[in-house]
């Protein structure tokens, strides 16, 4: 590991949005398809090397809502490498205390699918190691519909009183806050941009954009992110404890009134 990073100061949940895949294999001459089966190989790497650091929680942004739309031999070759890595990763993953999980709206995957991931997400639940979730047609916006939805059902029914309604309760009836909110999230591919991902939970996530293409991405441009994560201030809204602002004294309301209007 060339790159430093304190091993004391890990984010607890790592976010991938694993961008560039297509264009990985378009500037190879091949088909889209081709640049997916090389980056399957990235996530296997990138899922190691997070549990040897200690994460707690790794989601990855493995097929969008949006991503129907793609040419059906597209998502077809999607679909077929999502069950062979359930399938070939399923021992290490027990072995290594992974449990795994998954977000979105799963039941739009296709029945060869759900055959081994169902069976999986059960057989690894109690497992403590880290949880790998991914994010299968999954959206931000999409999930927060369907949370409203079910917040509002729960009113409907007398369940739940409107007034209840706050972040907390959002936050227990989102799937994806299951693995608490996103410390540090990275997207691949050059693209600045977090296309309808975890909406809620990385609301004060900090971003990482690596110009490297999902297939380039190697274990150590992980350490590189979790390194540039170090290095921030995280504030959530707040003075920075080390700012001049936070040492001095509260001003006094004439102090106030001079700033405002100076």
């Known amino acids: ?16 949005i694993m961008d560039g895949n297509g264009r990985w294999a378009q500037h190879r001459g091949a088909l889209r398809p081709t640049g997916h089966r090389e980056g399957s190989q990235t996530v296997r790497q990138i899922v190691r090397a997070s549990r040897r650091l200690g994460l707690r929680a790794l989601t990855l942004y493995a097929f969008s809502e949006q991503n129907w739309q793609r040419p059906s031999f597209e998502v077809d070759a999607l679909m077929e490498l999502l069950r062979e890595f ?17 977000i979105g709206r799963t039941e739009r995957l296709p029945s060869r699918v759900l055959e081994v991931l ?59 806050m299951a693995q608490g909110t996103v410390d540090l999230l ?38 590189d992110a979790i390194a540039e994560y170090q290095g921030r201030d995280r504030r959530f809204g707040k003075v920075s404890a080390l700012s001049p602002d936070a040492l ?8 106030l009134a001079t700033a405002v209007h100076a």
């Not at 070939?88 to 795994?100: S, V, W």
């Open 118 to 176: 169902r069976p999986l997400e059960a057989e690894s639940a109690n497992n403590t190691g880290m949880t790998l979730c991914l994010a299968l047609s999954y959206g931000g916006r999409e999930e927060l519909a369907d949370t409203m939805r079910a917040l509002a059902a729960q009113v409907a029914r007398g369940e739940l009183a409107p007034s209840s309604v706050d972040e907390s309760s959002i936050d227990h009836a989102m799937p994806s």
């Open 186 to 223: 990275i997207r691949t591919g050059g693209e600045q941009r977090i296309s309808n991902f975890l909406l809620w939970n990385a609301a004060y996530a900090e971003l990482v954009f690596s110009e490297r293409l999902w297939p380039e991405f190697e274990v150590e441009d992980l350490y």
């Open 248 to 255: 001095a004294p509260d001003p006094t309301p004439s102090e």
């Open 86 to 102: 359930l399938v070939t990763e399923r021992e290490e993953i027990l072995e290594n205390g992974i449990r795994l999980t998954s």
């Open 1 to 16: 590991m060339s790159t430093l990073i304190d091993l004391r100061r890990i984010p607890a949940h790592v976010a991938i």
